[in-house]
């Protein structure tokens, strides 16, 4: 059974820092892509960052760009997201997701069909 499970969350202050997991279960995670979306309250779920299994490629949203790294480690099958330099604006609940059937970033993929969530970690901005 393909679980995900994410830590690290908290409350941090403005231009603090803070490293996100997402161990995996179920699947090898290196095998596929693998996702970090946010939603803040009152607004839709936006994607913050994307990891190929093919290459290794990474992508990020813009507003996130410079301040995010996503990593992954394949011997723990697990998925980070190092956050720095936050704001409050960064404040939001945060998934990790996993593409299964794709293994770039760039390739179209239907999510009902092959997305799988975890149940999310809170991370508040705050001074």
């Known amino acids: 059974q393909v679980q995900l499970v994410e830590s690290g969350g908290g409350l941090v202050q403005p231009g603090g820092s803070l490293r996100l997991s997402c161990a995996a279960s179920?699947?090898?995670?290196?095998?596929?892509?693998m996702r970090w979306f946010r939603q803040a309250p009152g607004k839709e779920r936006e994607g913050v960052s994307c990891?190929?299994?093919?290459?290794?490629?990474?992508y990020y949203a813009t507003s996130v760009k410079g301040r995010f790294t996503i990593s992954r480690d394949n011997a723990k099958n697990t998925v980070y997201l190092q956050m720095n330099s936050l704001k409050p604006e960064d404040t939001a609940v945060y998934y990790c997701?996993?593409?299964?059937?794709?293994?770039?970033?760039?390739?179209?993929?239907?999510?009902?069909?092959?997305?799988?969530w975890g149940q999310g970690t809170q991370v508040t901005v705050s001074s």
């Open positions: 990891i190929s299994s093919s290459d290794g490629s990474t």
């Open positions: 997701a996993a593409d299964l059937f794709i293994q770039h970033c760039t390739q179209p993929v239907d999510p009902r069909r092959a997305r799988r």
């Open positions: 179920g699947f090898t995670s290196a095998s596929y892509v």
